[in-house]
């Protein structure tokens, strides 16, 4: 099957399936490339591609889909998510200096709501528990000081989704895994059993 046919291919099943069927396609993703070592988990990152200026002005869903690509990325958990949901519907250029977290706002259609857009896709108070999950207490969302998290001009502070104890349960499931893959592996995994939702 070509480059082409694969787009094709992925794109109509996005077409296809449901909000819930889609973030269990873009968990499945994940584990896949990292189990292929075409994503490397990491902390404190959105997404960094290795020799991105080699792949200056190549779409980056060409280059996930393409057999004989080379491209290895480091990811943290939405940084994840957000490069599988564009292998499956989006055609982000990859820049010189690679792809920032901003790029990604091209993963919508024009609406928070919009299935097309990671944050409508998933929902803010579930990206926030899969980051926190991943990061523990070393990421944006954290409990214990004042920030806010703005999602297309929608500000929500961690402090008005959750309990502290509900906070605590995310970060102690961070600290079960000793490797970034391994907790990466088991988010999206925990997302697989639960038919497209993060829960503990």
Not at 31 to 53: E, F, M, P, V
Not at 74 to 88: D, H, K, Q, Y
Not at 147 to 166: G, I, P, R
Request: hydrophobic share 35%.
């Amino acid at each position: 099957m070509t480059t082409k046919e694969k787009i094709k291919e992925k794109n109509a099943l996005w077409d296809t399936t449901t909000p819930n069927q889609k973030r269990v396609l873009i968990a499945k993703d994940v584990i896949a490339r990292i189990k292929s070592n075409q994503y490397i988990a990491n902390k404190g990152l959105w997404i960094t591609i290795k020799d991105c200026h080699r792949l200056e002005g190549s779409s980056l869903q060409v280059e996930l889909l393409r057999d004989d690509s080379d491209i290895q990325c480091r990811v943290c958990a939405l940084g994840g998510i957000m490069t599988s949901l564009a292998s499956f519907k989006n055609n982000i250029i990859i820049e010189r200096d690679g792809i920032s977290a901003f790029e990604f706002s091209d993963l919508k259609d024009g609406s928070i709501d919009d299935v097309n857009n990671f944050i409508g896709l998933f929902g803010q108070k579930q990206l926030a528990m899969i980051e926190i999950a991943y990061e523990g207490e070393d990421g944006y969302h954290n409990f214990y000081k004042e920030s806010e998290v703005e999602y297309f001009n929608e500000q929500k502070s961690v402090n008005n989704m959750f309990t502290e104890a509900q906070y605590t349960r995310y970060v102690l499931f961070s600290k079960k895994f000793e490797s970034n893959a391994e907790r990466l592996t088991a988010i999206m995994q925990n997302i697989v059993d639960n038919h497209g939702f993060f829960k503990i």
